[in-house]
């Protein structure tokens, strides 16, 4: 029989809203938040490449609204930083190609109220979805990829903020934050690794410093009390990045997105969707349902799982997951606690929080970079169903 493990080392990455992939999410989101804001009835299946000085953006697109596909990925890309000359991809030279069609009718009576062999809204397609929490941080996020997402967030924030302080800085990076646990919770960080865009006059000494000042700034004191390996562009030289090294699609930094490969993945990608496509709906809801069971203090870790058939409104399971750290009830008592407070059918799911409505502190565009869990203007980072988990968790016990 195996024993338990006791010590560990888990690693997680992010990237950068320069980042190819990142671009091209950013495109998407942006353009189904100008759809929405018009007409929130949008159904909007965007997807985006990216390439050297061209952006092609596809996909299906049903909608009211009046939206300058060209001009709104032209804003994005100059909002990333891509405004610079000469480095292959700039929103003053990229040319935009726009391949968009309407939704598939097919597809449509299913999603649409009234509509289909149930009449009630179902959901946008079949699949499983996942939500996660842990108590290791304060924002209820495994730690590795929430200071893997804060070491290149604050790096974006300099370049934006001081040009001419940190000119070096070119929008594409990439970072990655390795742990030891014990016993499961983060006891240091082991390893840091950083790679960034830059400009060829760069000394590689000055980003070694930069990298070392903002891990002492957004990593906590205590997580760096051991010596700490750098390596910051190990390759020794990163000056062609972005959309011009790398060619970006929608869609393709599932992990990065979500919990840095901590517990599981349904498989769909989030960016360029509307709330009717429940693999993104849902998969917000489910971090919804975990964050706050692990916020009443019912588990210090927690992974809910729910799963859908195309059309249908009702989930077809529900799966309730605490690693063994429920603290008052059970996972199958939890999952009866799930099915009593929160209501995962699509429509209302997506009514409960105001997915049509992007606006009042937050939009999908915003979830493009960094992570789209985590950060509190989102509303399903809301903790407003712990007092009510907590009456009717006693009511079980």
């Known amino acids: 029989m195996s024993k338990i493990k006791t010590s560990h080392v888990f690693t997680s990455e992010s990237v950068s809203e320069g980042h190819p992939d990142k671009v091209c999410d950013r495109i998407s989101d942006a353009i189904l938040d100008a759809c929405l804001i018009q007409d929130p ?27 300058n596909w060209q001009q709104v990925a032209l804003d994005a890309i100059r909002d990333i930083g891509y405004d610079i000359p000469g480095v292959g991809f700039s929103a003053d030279t990229a040319k935009v190609m726009v391949c968009i069609h309407q939704q598939s009718p097919d597809i449509s009576q299913g999603v649409t ?24 941080t304060p924002e209820l996020m495994p730690a590795t990829i929430l200071y893997a997402h804060k070491i290149v967030e604050e790096l974006a924030r300099l370049r934006k903020s001081d040009p001419e302080k940190y000119r070096y800085l070119r929008p594409d990076s990439k ?25 060829p006059d760069m000394p590689i000494e000055w980003l070694t410093a930069l990298v070392k000042e903002v891990t002492a700034k957004v990593i906590p004191a205590e997580l ?21 090294g790398d060619t970006g699609l929608t869609g393709r930094k599932i992990i990065v997105d979500t919990y840095g490969g901590v517990g599981s993945h349904g498989g769909g990608a989030f960016s360029g969707k509307d709330p009717s496509k429940v693999d993104r ?19 210090d870790k927690c992974e809910i799982q729910v799963a859908y058939a195309i059309g249908v409104a009702e989930p077809i399971s529900i799966n309730v997951d605490t690693y063994g750290t429920g603290t008052k009830l059970n996972d199958n008592q939890l999952e009866t606690l799930v099915r009593k407070v929160f209501d995962l059918r699509p429509a209302s799911l997506v009514s409960e929080l105001k997915l049509k409505h992007p606006g009042n502190g937050w939009c999908y565009a915003d979830t493009t970079a960094y992570g789209h869990f985590g950060k509190s203007n989102f509303p399903w980072e809301q903790l407003d169903k712990v007092e009510l988990l907590k009456t009717e968790a006693a009511k079980i016990c």
């Open 175 to 199: 970072s990655q934050v390795s742990i030891r646990y014990e016993n499961g919770k983060p006891v240091a960080i082991q390893t840091v690794v950083v790679s960034h865009q830059h400009a």
């Open 113 to 136: 109220e009234g509509e289909g062999l149930y009449k009630e809204q179902g959901a946008g397609d079949q699949g499983m979805m996942f939500g996660y929490a842990s108590s290791e």
């Open 224 to 244: 760096l009390k051991e010596d700490i390996t750098y390596f910051v562009n190990p390759t020794g030289r990163f000056e062609i990045g972005g959309p011009h």
């Open 281 to 299: 709906s849902a998969a917000y809801y489910c971090r919804y349902i975990a964050k706050n069971l692990v916020a009443a203090g019912l588990a």
């Open 41 to 67: 009835a949008s159904r909007v299946a965007c997807e985006t490449l990216c390439t050297t000085d061209l952006v092609v953006i596809s996909g299906e697109i049903t909608t009211k609204a009046v939206v």
